[in-house]
């Protein structure tokens, strides 16, 4: 694995000032240089299926830009005085500080300089994103802990049953985040659960993070980020958690996973499988109606799968994809820099389904690494290929005719609003893209085993319908 | 700026050139301020989030081609380069040269690197730039934190540049030291003026210095009229443009912000005289900069022949746009400097000027004085701005003018800025690319993109009625423009 690194798959810790953002009425602040919060906006959104600025995001962060006293006399008067005018400035129901390398290596106390502050109209907390402490990953972890950690220093819980707090994808840095979330609440509710969502556009806000005590369980849908916040809850507040690695994506895990969240809360069987059935039946239709292209082009649909993803969304659509695509695992460049637990979680993940996932998992962060060894593989293999990857995987797809799907970030080749690549949806979502590429002649032949132009044009006319 | 080159930094701006970032009244009074030096407002107690000076050296310093960037920064400084790369490929496309990516790496600094010190991890990040792009030079990209812990960043330069036979030139750009981010322009010059730039062998009398930022080719028919080539600087050059830069028979620049300090240092140190005219926007500040680039290539008796055949051949659709364009009202957010040759561009189009902000200003300028400084140019082709104010990006004062002026239209030049205009309904041109408005075509091709863009109104209504803005309803009715 690399540590010096050349095409980007993430920012730095501070990156997390989107996840406030996700959160409905949370106002970032910054206590960092004058560039920083630029720095993962141009990441996080605009590299990120162009999603905006929003609501409160973008220019209008609130920011100290710190700048050369702030570095020699330290920042936290600064920080105090900037807290003081955003409550008069910017509407808010929490604001979140966050620091970055220059307050962090003066040694601003973020954490005290929000305490003294924070009052029932204006709650404030404050964490320590210091650039150099480690990715947005990491960063995302450091603000929902701080949150639950300093928002509800006093809550006692009040467990309402049937509530149910979901910690999973991180807001922007998964450029489906927003589809993504509405999925997953869509189905939880489905099995008659109350939901706090937390991030995103169908979540109540701020409320749902007060609320966060009251549940009577948490659920954490990824190997490894959020599981230290569900960990906080249980300490703090005794409420359970699971834990599904398995970001569930098409029927089977999604089912699988439904299953898991009734058995864990006792819900009534019955309802659950009602809910269940209902949401196959539907799905296996779409999926048999795909049945027509799977069968007429069968020699051309691409079947060797990589993966460019982080732990959650790879290890969930590397499930999907061999367990009802029945692709063949080629590799699964993991981008997160997981700790060595989560490794072990996802691969055994991906052997339960399919023994060929022996030793395809490989921890690398930098891009241009991967792309290299993508090329390599598939020059060997001379097979149509998936890949699952970024917009700095765009001419290698193309140069080696195959099919690419644009999952993670950097993607500034797509505009992204409400779709998603997780549960029900998500696996139906990704079928339609997938195989449309057959079809994206412009960009993927269909000269596979070496069928010259001319019976690629022959080949056309049996897709538009012509007997031959 | 006697020997600007014999110390490892440039001087920052806010000293330098007195830059200020905040002030409101008419652009008159911010010029006498400017002439008296006088800072005209206190700062901002509230401040949303600015930029700084590494995005600007990195717009001097990412794109040439051949070269490899290394950024000595954790992670977050680095978040550009997908966009960036986007920027260098289409860039390269429209000026109708080989495209190509744009080579760079992050050493990645982590905690223990701001205890113990990043050097190795730097020497490592320059020798995998080396041998992963086999590049012509290298540009180091200081950050806030190696600033910080204070990495010798130069030392590490001079001695991988013996090593691997190649410059390495260190660019001092941290973000917290200057509070204009356009230091960083600054900075990624002093680095290619000390450790790049070559004292000069001859004069190429024909060629002519263009400080340009990623822009299309407008230069090569401009200066074709009066036999004369462009140069184009930095973005998109090569290693061998940069050494012989200094070659050239004079040096000018698409922005004064951008590029009075390369000027100046390669007409002080380097012998290259600097075109003392605005840039070319608008009628009156091309011919006067025809006028001053003949001069200084002994062009002077084909010049005014060029300017009265240019004026004839623009006239007719120059009247045509008038006549449809009449009556708006254009609000411009831009510069310093750029936004006034925005000014005196909109202005030949019969565009009411009705408020102007600009993201700094310099109070001095490189190498002119100030009754020649782009602010007083402005106002002297354009008239007065009764509502002129000085701030970096801030929307949430911003928002206020335009409440009050109600413009029909905006001509913004920084990223996720226009984004502020639509969401009260106003139409912008994103002024993204700016050498497509210089010269006299640049002021027909701007008046048909403002004819086109006033369609955006419709969907833009759309997008205000459904848009709430996070700023309160006390902030909204204060009389102050910021705190």
Not at chain 1, 423 to 433: A, C, E, K, R, S
Not at chain 2, 57 to 85: D, I, K, L
Not at chain 2, 435 to 444: E, I, P, Q, R, T
């Amino acid at each position: 694995m690399s540590t010096i690194i050349q095409e980007a798959k993430f920012t730095c810790a501070l990156g997390a000032q989107q996840s406030v953002l996700g959160i409905p009425g949370a106002v970032p602040v910054i206590h960092a240089g004058p560039g920083c919060s630029q720095r993962q906006f141009s990441y996080l959104s605009v590299g990120s299926g162009y999603q905006g600025e929003g609501y409160t995001g973008g220019g209008q962060i609130p920011c100290t830009n710190s700048s050369q006293s702030e570095v020699v006399f330290g920042g936290e008067k600064k920080l105090a005085k900037l807290l003081d005018a955003t409550y008069k400035v910017m509407k808010g129901d929490l604001y979140v500080v966050l620091s970055g390398c220059t307050a962090g290596i003066v040694g601003d106390d973020v954490k005290q300089v929000t305490y003294d502050h924070s009052t029932k109209e204006h709650p404030t907390v404050g964490v320590d994103t210091s650039g150099f402490r480690g990715n947005n990953y990491k960063g995302h972890n450091i603000v929902i802990e701080g949150i639950i950690d300093q928002l509800l220093e006093e809550a006692q819980p009040n467990v309402r049953k049937g509530l149910v707090n979901v910690f999973s994808v991180v807001p922007f840095q998964d450029p489906y985040w927003r589809g993504d979330l509405e999925e997953i609440k869509r189905i939880l509710e489905g099995l008659g659960l109350e939901v706090n969502i937390l991030f995103g556009y169908g979540s109540k806000g701020v409320s749902e993070w007060y609320d966060i005590p009251n549940a009577e369980l948490n659920i954490v849908l990824s190997p490894w980020v959020g599981l230290g916040a569900a960990k906080l809850c249980e300490r703090r507040f005794g409420t359970p958690y699971l834990h599904n690695p398995v970001l569930p994506v098409g029927l089977k895990d999604t089912s699988a996973f439904l299953r898991k969240v009734a058995e864990t809360l006792s819900l009534d069987r019955e309802k659950t499988e009602d809910f269940i059935k209902s949401e196959e039946r539907r799905y296996k239709q779409y999926f048999v109606s795909m049945g027509d292209v799977l069968s007429d082009y069968a020699p051309y649909l691409p079947y060797d799968l990589y993966l460019i993803d982080d732990s959650a969304y790879g290890l969930g659509t590397a499930r999907f994809c061999t367990n009802e695509l029945g692709m063949i695992p080629q590799a699964f460049f993991d981008i997160d820099v997981p700790p060595a637990t989560a490794k072990e979680l996802i691969q055994a993940s991906l052997e339960e389904i399919d023994e060929a996932w022996k030793d395809k998992l490989i921890d690398e962060p930098d891009n241009a690494i991967i792309r290299k060894a993508v090329e390599q593989r598939i020059a060997i293999r001379q097979t149509k290929s998936l890949i699952f990857g970024s917009s700095w995987d765009k001419d290698l797809a193309e140069r080696t005719d195959n099919i690419l799907i644009f999952h993670s970030a950097p993607i500034t080749d797509n505009v992204i609003l409400n779709k998603t690549y997780v549960g029900y949806n998500g696996g139906l979502n990704l079928m339609q893209d997938i195989y449309s590429g057959v079809f994206n002649r412009k960009k993927v032949s269909n000269l596979t085993h070496g069928e010259t132009e001319r019976e690629r044009n022959t080949y056309g006319t049996a897709k538009t319908g012509g007997s031959n | 700026m006697a020997n600007a080159t014999g110390v490892a930094e440039v001087e920052i701006r806010d000293t330098r050139l007195k830059s200020i970032m905040a002030f409101h009244g008419k652009a008159s009074e911010l010029q006498e301020f400017s002439r008296q030096l006088k800072k005209p407002a206190a700062d901002r107690c509230f401040t949303q989030c600015s930029d700084c000076a590494q995005m600007c050296a990195g717009t001097v310093t990412n794109h040439v081609r051949g070269s490899a960037v290394v950024y000595h920064s954790p992670m977050g400084c680095f978040a550009n380069t997908p966009v960036q790369n986007e920027a260098t490929y289409n860039a390269a496309l429209a000026r109708g040269l080989e495209p190509f990516d744009v080579r760079s790496v992050c050493s990645n600094i982590s905690e223990k690197d701001t205890i113990y010190g990043g050097l190795k991890k730097l020497r490592d990040a320059v020798k995998l730039a080396y041998d992963r792009f086999v590049p012509t030079c290298i540009f180091i990209q200081s950050s806030c934190a190696a600033g910080i812990v204070g990495d010798d960043i130069e030392s590490v330069a001079d001695e991988m540049a013996e090593e691997l036979g190649i410059p390495i030139v260190p660019v001092f750009c941290e973000g917290f030291k200057s509070k204009a981010w356009s230091t960083g322009f600054d900075a990624g010059y002093h680095g290619i003026l000390r450790k790049i730039a070559q004292k000069p062998e001859k004069r190429q009398k024909d060629l002519v210095n263009i400080f340009n930022f990623l822009g299309t080719d407008t230069f090569t028919p401009m200066l074709a009229k009066i036999g004369l080539r462009p140069n184009y600087l930095v973005p998109l050059a090569d290693l061998e443009t940069l050494r012989t830069m200094t070659e050239a028979a004079c040096s000018t620049e698409v922005c004064e912000t951008l590029g009075t300090y390369i000027t100046t240092v390669l007409e002080e140190e380097f012998g290259v005289p600097k075109v003392h005219a605005p840039s070319p926007y608008g009628i009156k500040w091309t011919d006067e900069w025809y006028r001053e680039i003949a001069r200084l290539t002994g062009k002077t008796d084909i010049v005014e022949k060029v300017i009265e055949e240019e004026h004839k051949r623009i006239q007719p659709e120059l009247d045509e746009l008038k006549k449809e364009l009449a009556g708006l009202k254009v609000y411009i957010y831009a510069g310093d400097s750029y936004a006034h040759n925005l000014g005196s561009l909109v202005h030949d189009l019969g565009v009411e000027i009705v408020g102007m902000t600009t993201l700094h200003h310099d109070m001095k300028i490189d190498g002119e004085d100030a009754q020649h400084s782009t602010l007083q140019e402005m106002i002297d082709v354009a008239g007065d701005i009764e509502e002129f104010t000085v701030c970096n990006k801030q929307p949430y004062e911003v928002i206020k003018h335009l409440k009050k002026v109600k413009p029909d239209f905006m001509i913004v030049r920084h990223m996720n800025m226009t984004i502020l205009a639509a969401k009260l309904g106003i139409p912008s041109i994103f002024e993204g690319e700016i050498n497509v408005s210089a010269g006299y075509d640049g002021l027909l091709l701007t008046g048909r993109r403002i004819k086109d863009l006033i369609k955006a109104k419709k969907i833009l209504a759309t997008l205000a009625e459904y848009n709430e803005f996070p700023y309160t309803d006390w902030w909204l009715d204060q009389e102050e423009n910021y705190i």
